[in-house]
Nanobody, 127 residues
Framework: QVQLVESGGGLVQAGGSLKLSCAAS????????MGWFRQAPGKEREFVAA????????YSADSVKGRFTISRDIAKNTVSLQMNSLKPEDTAVYYC????????????????????WGQGTQVTVSS
């Protein structure tokens, strides 16, 4: 069992920055790669970024590439999403999620393969 708790959301002006954090607990956390997804009102939940078990391999959606950076602190069991140059279209509830390491390669963007999800944190970007 893995528990995930996000924090760091809030209201920011366009062009600003926020850093989201996801604190994980559970004995098996080390077996999971991690991802961030987001869901805007009336839209499907979409992939944002993912990072593998060791933190060496990351992927980002085209819409956030060059602006968002995912990282992982294995010792602290945390995953972060640094978001820079925020745009109004980045407004959404952001979720961190855990996917079994064996499924990560080639499937990191598939939300249906993620076993555990946090409760989400709201990010609002004003224009």
């Amino acid at each position: 069992q893995v528990q995930l708790v996000e924090s760091g959301g809030g209201l920011v002006q366009a062009g600003g920055s926020l850093k989201l954090s996801c604190a994980a607990s559970g004995r098996t956390f080390g077996r999971y790669a991690m991802g961030w997804f987001r869901q805007a009102p009336g839209k499907e939940r979409e992939f944002v970024a993912a990072i593998n078990l060791g933190g060496a391999t990351t992927y980002s959606a085209d819409s956030v590439k060059g602006r968002f950076t995912i990282s992982r602190d294995i010792a602290k069991n945390t995953v972060s999403l640094q978001m820079n140059s925020l745009k109004p279209e980045d407004t959404a509830v952001y979720y961190c999620a855990a996917i079994p390491g064996a499924y990560y390669s080639g499937n990191y963007y598939r939300k249906e393969l993620y076993d555990y999800w946090g409760q989400g944190t709201q990010v609002t970007v004003s224009s």
